[in-house]
């Protein structure tokens, strides 16, 4: 019953962040700096907190008694996972629902399984995953072919964004993607993949935090969510400093206080956005806690969004008008990467037994 309330918690975390973008597009006459930050601000700012309150209510003891080592490193991942952040954006700007999201959470489930593994190679930790242990047991080779399985997919997709590109005329590309630019969205989200797996090693710099919470009595369904609360300043840090450099740069603080565009709608869209861009860790704790296995929870999140996010990218018709070539490539790529992710959480398990 707990693996079963865990995968349930992991869907609804992934259909929330396959989801999360979907409000912005109904905001009008904004750059996308500044929708991007005030949908940033419930993100990372205000929402956290609430959340925090509202299930840990010592929340704020809880961090305050932290070792500052322990925030200090939380709050880096944060800021390193800001950049992967801000650039998913940009990836789902410029590649659109489908290709953005299977390239982003690709790449992004293929370092989570590797970097932390490089890590403790040269900084040994009890209990903690070694490349030596990937490269000389049964699970770790599982867990690298699922790697292998995953970057081969990333690959097949790209190829299938490359036919699109050729296939389909400028303007019946802007129809589904109004910003459509292969060679830029991939530069971004490969990047947004690589940094954007700090954010699971923030949280597990950020374990001591989870651990007081449960240790003082509240519920461990919700300890992580006082580790989002510092991990998010690192991520909100980056997002708004390079967000005011784009408002400068492109002369767009007039956006929030421009009367001729529908002010109240474009703050009620982007807030809901944010909101629901939280509501993907909220629930990704909640099924962390139940399964009881970082890695493959991560695994698992990424799966539910690549799903999610290819099911709206049909809905949005990101594919219409390409050749049964291009839809089969596709659809091929985004199956290898999911397969890849089940690999690697099979690997992942059979660590544990």
């Known amino acids: 019953m707990q693996v079963i309330l865990g995968v349930i918690f992991h869907f609804i975390g992934g259909f929330a962040s396959g989801s999360f973008y979907m409000p912005f597009k109904k905001v009008r006459g904004w750059r996308w700096e500044s929708y991007w930050i005030i949908g940033g601000l419930f993100s990372w700012l205000i929402v956290p907190p609430l959340a925090a309150y509202l299930t840990v209510p010592g929340f704020a003891e809880i961090i305050k008694n932290t070792p500052a080592d322990t925030i200090k490193y939380t709050m880096l991942f944060g800021i390193l996972w800001g950049f992967g952040g801000l650039t998913y954006g940009l990836g789902v700007r410029y590649l659109g629902m489908s290709l953005g999201n299977s390239v982003v959470l690709g790449f992004c489930s293929a370092f989570g399984a590797l970097v932390p593994s ?3 190679n040269f900084n040994p930790e009890p209990g903690k995953t070694t490349l030596n242990d990937l490269l000389s047991t049964t699970w770790g080779m599982v867990v690298l072919g699922g790697v292998i399985l995953c970057l081969a997919g990333i690959y097949i997709c790209g190829r299938a964004g490359m036919l699109k590109e050729k296939e389909l005329p400028e303007a019946e590309k802007k129809k589904s993607v109004a910003e459509f630019n292969l060679t830029k969205g991939l530069i971004v989200a490969i990047f947004s993949g690589i940094m954007s797996a700090c954010f699971n090693f923030g949280i597990e710099a950020g374990k001591p935090m989870a651990k007081a919470a449960v240790a003082a009595g509240f519920n461990p369904l919700y300890q992580n969510n006082v580790t989002y609360v510092v991990l998010l300043w690192g991520g909100l840090t980056t997002n ?26 474009n703050y009620l869209f982007a807030a809901i956005a944010g909101t629901t861009w939280f509501l993907q860790f909220f629930f990704y704790g909640m099924g962390e806690s139940k399964l009881g296995n970082g890695a493959s929870s991560w695994i698992l999140h990424m799966a539910f969004i690549i799903l999610v996010a290819n099911m709206w990218g049909l809905f949005l018709k990101e594919w219409k008008g390409v050749s049964k070539k291009t839809r089969f490539t596709i659809t091929i790529g985004v199956a290898a990467i999911i397969a890849s992710v089940i690999v690697v959480g099979i690997g992942n398990y059979l660590k544990t037994e």
Do not use: E, Q, V
Not at 243 to 264: E, H, Q, V
């Open 240 to 265: 708004f400093i390079w967000c005011m450099i784009l408002n400068t740069r492109n002369k767009s603080f007039s956006d929030y206080g421009n009367s001729s565009t529908p002010l109240a709608r």
């Open 118 to 120: 490089i890590y403790y």
